[in-house]
C-alpha cells in the first residue's frame, strides 16, 4: 500500500521559511515523478511544484525565485524549501505521486504577522 506522509507546515511570519516533507512508503519512490500541490479555503487545489524521476523541476510562476523542490531517493523523501513565503502562500500543502492518484493528507501552512 502507497502511503505519503507529510510535515513541516506550521505559522510563520510574512518573509520566513518553511521546509515541508514527504515520506512516501511501498512504492519505489526513485521511479516516479513527484511534486507539491496546495488548496486554500474556497480554492481549488493547484501545482506547486514536481519533480522528475531524473531530477528535473517545473515550478508555478508564483512561487519561482523562492521555493525548491526536491527529492532524496535513499531515504524514499520528498522536500519543498519555502522561502520569502507572503500572506498568499497560505494552503494546505499536498504531496503527490504521479502513480495512481497518490496523495498525502496535506499539511497547513499560514503565513501571517
Known amino acids: 500500500q502507497v502511503q505519503l506522509v507529510e510535515s513541516g507546515g506550521g505559522l510563520v511570519q510574512p518573509g520566513g521559511s518553511l521546509r515541508l516533507s514527504c515520506e512516501v512508503s511501498?512504492?519505489?519512490?526513485?521511479?516516479?515523478?513527484a511534486g507539491w500541490h496546495r488548496q486554500s479555503p474556497g480554492q481549488q487545489r493547484e501545482m506547486v511544484a514536481d519533480?522528475?524521476?531524473?531530477?528535473?523541476?517545473i515550478y508555478d510562476d508564483s512561487v519561482k525565485g523562492r521555493f525548491t523542490i526536491s527529492r532524496d531517493n535513499a531515504k524514499n523523501t520528498l522536500y519543498l524549501q519555502m522561502n520569502d513565503l507572503k500572506p498568499d502562500d497560505t494552503a494546505v500543502y499536498f504531496c503527490?505521486?504521479?502513480?495512481?492518484?497518490?496523495w498525502g493528507k496535506g499539511t497547513l501552512v499560514t503565513v501571517s504577522s
Open positions: 511501498g512504492i519505489e519512490f526513485s521511479r516516479y515523478r
Open positions: 503527490r505521486l504521479y502513480w495512481g492518484g497518490s
Open positions: 519533480i522528475l524521476a531524473n531530477g528535473g523541476t
